[in-house]
């Protein structure tokens, strides 16, 4: 506590006191304005230039190193001549030398003896009968040796701690003191009281800054010529010169000075002198001046490094309020830096608390060390390819141990500042990042991230996930217009209201042409549809391919989308609105070969129809219901849908609707009772209804759909043959017909009654039905929804599926025309291409007058269990 002594002669104050209780505030006074006028110097001599605070460096140097080894030569010296420095203690607490001159209570005079300065203090009078404070009158006056020298042994008396509280005697042990009840401490009494409550983790806040300075040289270096030799050098003989300084000086302080005088902070017991200062030889005013350029050397560097580090941050622009500070002289002298740091430096003056200040101070040196060793700690573990430093007697771990030991250290000294310090270091941090997202910053928390998410990726196992890690990672394949931005924004709406299972999402789009010539477009287009997923909140990666034709691009996306363990398992896509239309004939052909490359590649499939009428995230759906028409067993995808939407604010108040599908000679009741014991061991809540379907005669509207959709399929199937393939193609339909009339002729004689296909959902109807015998003429609901149904080989057989599109497709508007949402299993394409046409004219068909259909087709693996 010597080093905080403050001495300012009471001839050279300005403010002085009014009252016996006022000369501590005149002392703040005075150290508020004799700080400010050497601030005002200081900053004065930084804005003249750099270069004179370099000359008058080597001035306080000196001047420091005199003062240093004047307190070396001074403890010397009390080993044979020690100083005379009476200290005066009644009992065993020390007395304030300020009001009294005589350590005694009485003395003699020439008519005997007298009372003196000491007893008017204590006591209403001279003579002996009157009352004085009963402590005194019990206790004896003594007087000790301040500084009794370093062969005295005190260094044992103050090698142990003696922490007090606020307003207490500063006391020596060991001395004799008759106790007294309890009494008023009278603020006119003599005695010396600690100003402040006294622990080690205060202490060390408050000597924490005067060992701070490490960073000077890096604050420094535009200015040295040749910082990476001179900043590594010199820092480390600072650290070891001013460390053994420091060890050395306190040890010596505690062997040669009371331990009272080392607690007397303002030093009440020396009239107020520095006790350094008595200690010193020659002269305490070796002390006192090399204290005070001690003092300016430190403010100079702090003022001419601080400017300069603001600067550079204004000058990189990440901060827009602190832009203006980047300006300064022609020579690059940062002016307006410098008068923000003056400011700053004055608000800690007008604080005129060193106990105050030095916790706050601490807390930011700490951080700013720590950062630094976490810095250096990142990148050698990170092994970054520019960390390259010239320094090499360096490992990581002392990095580490210094990141550590700052850490405990804030929280030690003070655990709500530290708390403090880290929220606006934080919030600064998060500030910077924002604003120089478009910058190319390196730091070591996306270098950590780079390698966090490479381990993740290298140990993320392959092939197919168990059931209980299961989530949709869903590929969007989006479409582009003429400006290169996406069709379907409702597409990337409804991929966030998906996301409750918080999965991979890679949007995918394709380009038609070479990447040579469409490599700016394409540049173009993946930030139009990074920015929609921004103002979708769909999070996810974006991959843009360009290829010569959409249908090898759209595969491409299928087979290499992703990274390693990190693919998905799913694609989402829009329905071909436009497939219809004659002057793009082969706009379903894509659509059709991307549905077989899923299948192949063991992919689900989401196929969105109205899709533009699907809501936004912004929409919230009051009420209604989410119907899933659960024809084929899928692994449990159909289900788990809904319950993911449902997650989302858009879809939160829907309520979920599971129909399947029986027919007569099932039994109906048990299918639901079966139905809702599976989806209680699910946890999923749905409402559960069965419905019956009975086969009936072909309708008339049946054959002319199907005739339509034959005409449309020969029509188009015309247009792409060749003149001699186009004869061929009539000879094949003459024989076609032929033996269609055949077939009817020989049904008429032997009428039979069409199949019924069983479409359940149980494991036992499921095992039944992978042994039965395959029949073609087979009918029902079984031939629409067949994995590879044999479709176009007979125009009878695109009758029968017809037909049952079409009864699905009544059962599902009579029971979810007002569904917000409706989700079917999507029938397989085709094993023969030539009935893709007919495959989109079904699945039209199924579809038809719903508002907002989600097609399902999963991959055929188990998505959800109970055993989950």
């Known amino acids: 506590m010597a080093w905080s002594q403050t001495y300012i002669s009471p001839s050279a104050a300005i403010v002085r006191a009014e009252g016996a209780g006022g000369e501590a505030t005149a002392l703040l006074h005075n150290m508020r304005v004799y700080g400010t006028c050497t601030l005002a110097l200081m900053a004065t001599v930084v804005f003249v230039g750099v270069k004179y605070v370099n000359k008058l460096a080597l001035v306080f140097l000196a001047c420091v190193v005199l003062s240093i080894l004047a307190i070396y030569a001074g403890v010397v010296k009390t080993a044979f001549d020690p100083p005379d420095i009476p200290i005066c203690l009644l009992g065993n ?41 009963q402590y005194f009158a019990q206790n004896n006056v003594t007087e000790i040796q301040g500084i ?95 460390s053994f300084i420091y060890l050395s000086c306190i040890v010596l302080f505690g062997a040669c000075i009371e331990g009272v005088i080392l607690r007397d902070k303002f030093g009440e017991a020396l009239q107020g002198n520095l006790v350094i200062g008595m200690l010193a030889w020659p002269s305490p005013w070796v002390i006192v001046i090399g204290s005070f350029f001690s ?33 300064g002289k022609a020579n690059g002298e940062p002016t307006w830096a410098l008068l923000l740091t003056a400011l700053i430096c004055e608000t800690g003056i007008l604080i005129a608390s060193l106990d105050s200040v030095a916790p706050i101070l601490s807390m930011f040196f700490l951080m700013c060390y720590m950062f630094v060793n976490l810095a250096c700690a990142l990148q050698t573990l990170l092994r970054t390819p520019n960390w390259r430093p010239r320094f090499k007697y360096y490992h990581w771990t002392l990095s580490f141990l210094g990141m550590s030991l700052c850490f405990a250290l804030m929280f030690i000294c003070s655990w709500y500042y530290a708390l403090c310090a880290m929220l606006i270091a934080g919030c600064i941090y998060k500030y910077i990042e924002y604003r120089g997202a478009e910058k190319e910053w390196g730091d070591g928390i996306r270098g ?39 069709k379907h924004p409702r597409l990337l709406s409804f991929t966030s209201q998906l996301k409750a299972g918080k999965g991979l999402t890679i949007v995918g789009s394709v380009l038609e042409g070479t990447f040579l010539d469409q490599h700016v477009e394409a540049r173009q287009a993946e930030e139009n549809i990074r920015a929609l ?67 192949a590649a063991q992919q689900a499939l989401l196929v969105a129809k109205n899709v533009d009428l699907f809501p936004q995230n912004q929409e919230r759906f009051s009420d209604g219901h989410i119907d899933v028409w659960w024809i084929v067993h899928d692994g449990g995808l159909l289900m788990l849908l809904p319950f993911l939407l449902r997650q989302h604010k858009v879809w939160r108040r829907c309520q979920m609707r599971i129909f399947t599908v029986a027919q007569v000679h099932d039994n109906s009741i048990q299918m639901k009772k079966d139905l809702q014991t599976f989806l209680y061991h699910l946890r999923i809540s749905a409402e559960v209804e069965v419905v019956e379907m009975v086969e009936n005669d072909i309708s008339a509207f049946t054959y002319e759909r199907t005739l339509v959709m034959e005409q449309r399929s020969q029509m188009l199937r015309q247009m792409r043959l060749s003149k001699t393939e186009q004869e061929r193609e009539a000879q094949l339909i003459h024989d076609r017909n032929t033996i269609s009339h055949s077939a009817v002729a020989a049904k008429t004689q032997a009428p039979c009654a069409l199949d019924k296909v069983q479409m359940t959902w149980t494991k036992e109807k499921l095992v039944a039905e992978k042994y039965r015998n395959k029949d073609t003429s087979v009918s029902g609901f079984k031939d629409l929804f067949s994995l590879k149904p044999e479709w176009g080989s007979l125009d009878q057989s695109n009758v029968r599926r017809m037909h049952t599109a079409v009864k699905l497709n009544g059962v599902v508007l009579d029971k979810s025309q007002d569904a917000q949402l409706v989700l079917l299993n999507m029938p397989g394409p085709p094993r023969n291409r030539q009935g893709d046409e007919n495959y989109m004219e079904f699945l039209e068909v199924l579809t038809e007058g719903l508002n907002r259909v989600l097609l399902v087709r999963g991959s055929g693996r188990e998505v959800v269990t109970i055993y989950s």
């Open 93 to 133: 607490r020390t007395l304030s030398r300020r009001s009294f001159d005589v350590c005694a209570k009485v003395h003699a005079t020439n008519n005997g003896s007298a009372t003196t300065a000491l007893w008017s203090l204590f006591c209403n009078g001279s003579t002996a009968s009157i009352s004085c404070d």
């Open 148 to 242: 009794p020298g370093v062969v005295s042994g005190v260094l044992l008396d103050n090698l142990w701690s003696a922490y007090a509280d606020k307003g207490v005697f500063v006391e020596k042990k060991g001395v004799p003191s008759v106790p007294v009840p309890e009494e008023s401490r009278a603020s006119g009494l003599p005695y010396v009281l600690t100003d402040i409550t006294t622990y080690f983790t205060m202490l060390v806040g408050i000597y924490f800054p005067s060992v701070t300075g490490i960073m000077a040289g890096s604050n420094r270096s535009g200015d040295l010529k040749d910082a990476q030799k001179s900043i590594p050098s010199g820092t480390i003989l600072a650290i070891v010169t001013t």
């Open 295 to 327: 003092t300016c050397g430190a403010g100079l560097q702090s003022l001419t490094g601080a400017p300069r580090l603001l600067q550079a941050i204004a000058r990189d622009g990440i901060i827009p309020f602190l832009q203006v500070f980047g300006h």
């Open 448 to 486: 950590l991230s780079l390698n966090a998410a490479r381990y993740a990726l290298l140990h993320v196992e392959h092939g197919p996930l168990h059931t209980k890690n299961w989530r949709p990672q869903v590929l969007v394949l989006v479409n582009l217009n003429a400006e290169r931005c996406v």
């Open 533 to 599: 997923m921004g103002t979708e909140k769909a999070k996810g990666f974006c991959q843009l391919v360009v290829s010569s034709s959409l249908r090898d691009g759209m595969s491409h996306l299928i087979q290499s989308a992703g990274l390693g363990g990190m693919k998905h398992n799913t694609v989402l896509m829009a329905w071909p609105e436009a497939w219809k239309r004659e002057d793009s004939p082969f706009s379903w052909k894509n659509f059709v070969d991307t549905v077989r490359d899923t299948t």
